[in-house]
């Protein structure tokens, strides 16, 4: 176990870390690409949810190999990366069974790669450093886009899906409910370790 916690901390792996997270951003701001040129300019931020999310990891990277804690960042790389990664990974697979399994080598990539950006954010529960504050800012901008997703209909589009729009908005908030709570308990976490020591 300290082995792979040192190979996961070492900042040979953590530049490597950054450099896939920084490719993974780029590919999907340009898998949203189709979806943007759609969207309305004000929209435009809230559109590409997953490889913001992973942008938020990018920061928290940074910051680490710099020997420093840029928390906001920190706090939304977990809440985003946990939710999302688990949210694509379960819309692809509703997908493919709304499908009969008819779909192409993507549906099968995005389940891997959202899979892992869930794993990675919580790889990485003893690095977090962030407060309350940072929470609850994180709090309400997660938020804040499930209304822009749900209420304005900026969603990420699976046209299968649509019927089941009420049903996904439901369980897409309390995934968030449940991200931002995992944030609080790695702080309490956090807490508790701090004082073991």
């Not at 979806?35 to 680490?64: H, K, N, R, Y």
């Not at 369980?171 to 609080?184: E, V």
Request: hydrophobic share 55%.
């Amino acid at each position: 176990m300290q082995l792979i916690r040192n190979i996961l901390f070492a900042k040979w792996f953590l530049v490597l870390l950054l450099l896939i997270n920084i490719g993974g951003t780029v590919y999907g701001y340009i898998w949203y690409g189709w979806q943007l040129e759609q969207t309305a300019p004000i929209f435009w931020l809230f559109v590409p949810d997953s490889p913001t999310a992973t942008l938020f990891f990018c920061f928290a990277i940074v910051g680490w190999l710099m020997d420093r804690h840029f928390r906001i960042f920190e706090a939304l790389a977990l809440v985003t990366n946990v939710k999302y990664g688990i949210w694509a990974v379960v819309m692809n697979i509703f997908t493919i069974i709304q499908l009969d399994g008819n779909v192409g080598w993507q549906a099968y990539m995005l389940i891997a790669s959202h899979g892992l950006m869930a794993v990675q954010a919580l790889l990485y529960i003893p690095k977090y450093d962030f407060k309350p504050v940072h929470i609850i800012i994180t709090a309400i901008i997660v938020l804040h886009n499930e209304i822009i997703d749900y209420v304005f209909g900026q969603m990420p589009i699976y046209s299968v899906l649509n019927e089941y729009m009420n049903g996904i908005a439901y369980f897409t908030f309390w995934l968030s409910i449940g991200s931002i709570l995992l944030a609080l308990f790695v702080y309490k976490r956090s807490l508790l370790v701090a004082r073991k020591y």
